[in-house]
């Protein structure tokens, strides 16, 4: 949730330097120093940032993007001693209740004992 709100910080801050570097009045001529060798413009710098923001997020995407789609191993075992193995993504378990691979929904009672692990 931090990181959210940093990013969006982040960029509001790269496009107002954008803004405010093309937005310079046409009558007055702003001549820039030169900059010695080595020296990055405010530019160049704003690339920078926007490129470590795309890789970053993709970076981040990806991996949750991998760890929803992970197939987990549901073993249910009911009060009667029997147990029945289901496969579901991670992302389609939530609470007592998931969404097998073959689209079947299973609710599970107070009763029933869960072991997931990871295939």
């Known amino acids: 949730m931090l990181t959210k709100v940093f990013f969006t910080f982040l960029v509001i ?4 330097l954008v803004y405010r570097t093309k937005t310079t009045p046409q009558k007055v001529k702003v001549v820039e120093p030169e900059e010695p060798d080595g020296a990055l413009s405010v530019r160049t710098v704003a690339y920078i940032i926007i490129v470590v923001l795309v890789v970053v997020s993709s970076t981040i995407f990806y991996f949750k993007y991998q760890s929803d789609n992970k197939i987990i191993n549901i073993r249910v075992i009911s ?10 993504h991670q ?3 939530k609470g007592r ?23």
């Open 13 to 16: 801050i790269i496009v107002a």
């Open 79 to 88: 009060d009667d001693g029997t147990s029945t193995v289901y496969q579901a």
């Open 91 to 93: 992302k389609s378990i």
């Open 97 to 119: 209740q998931f969404e097998t691979l073959d689209h079947r929904k299973v609710t599970l009672g107070e009763s029933d004992r869960v072991e997931m692990e990871a295939h």
